[in-house]
Nanobody, 120 residues
Framework: VQLVESGGGLVQPGGSLRLSCAAS????????IGWARQVPGKGLEWVSG???????YYTDSVKDRFTISRDNAKNTVYLQMNSLKPEDTAVYSC???????????????WGQGTPVTVPS
C-alpha cells in the first residue's frame, strides 16, 4: 500500500487549500478512505472519510468547510478545505479505513502526510 499526499502549505485564515492523495498497491475502489490530521503531542484523528458508495463522514469541527471526494479511475482522494482556521494547522494524511467507523481503531494504512499551516 502506498499513499502519497500533496497540496499542503501555508495559508492565511479564511483561505483555501486542496489536498490530493494518490493511492497504489491495493484495489482503491474497494476501500473506504479518508483524511486524518495530527498535531504535535497528539494522535492521528479522522477529519473526513468517504465510503465506496460515495457517502461521506466529517468531524464536527470541519463540517460545512471541508469537502471530500474520490476519483476511482485515478485512484485519488481529495480534500477541499475552505474557510481555514488556525486550529486546522496540522499534518494531514490520507488513510485507508479497515474498520466499520471513523475511530482510532479503524485506521489501516496511512501516508507520510502533508503539512497545513494557518497562522493566527
Amino acid at each position: 500500500v502506498q499513499l502519497v499526499e500533496s497540496g499542503g502549505g501555508l495559508v492565511q485564515p479564511g483561505g483555501s487549500l486542496r489536498l490530493s492523495c494518490a493511492a497504489s498497491g491495493f484495489t482503491f475502489s474497494s476501500y473506504a478512505i479518508g483524511w486524518a490530521r495530527q498535531v504535535p503531542g497528539k494522535g492521528l484523528e479522522w477529519v473526513s472519510g468517504i465510503y465506496r458508495d460515495g457517502s461521506t463522514y466529517y468531524t464536527d469541527s470541519v463540517k460545512d468547510r471541508f469537502t471530500i471526494s474520490r476519483d476511482n479511475a485515478k485512484n485519488t482522494v481529495y480534500l477541499q478545505m475552505n474557510s481555514l482556521k488556525p486550529e486546522d494547522t496540522a499534518v494531514y494524511s490520507c488513510a485507508t479505513n479497515e474498520g466499520t467507523g471513523w475511530g482510532t481503531r479503524d485506521f489501516g494504512s496511512w501516508g507520510q502526510g502533508t503539512p497545513v499551516t494557518v497562522p493566527s
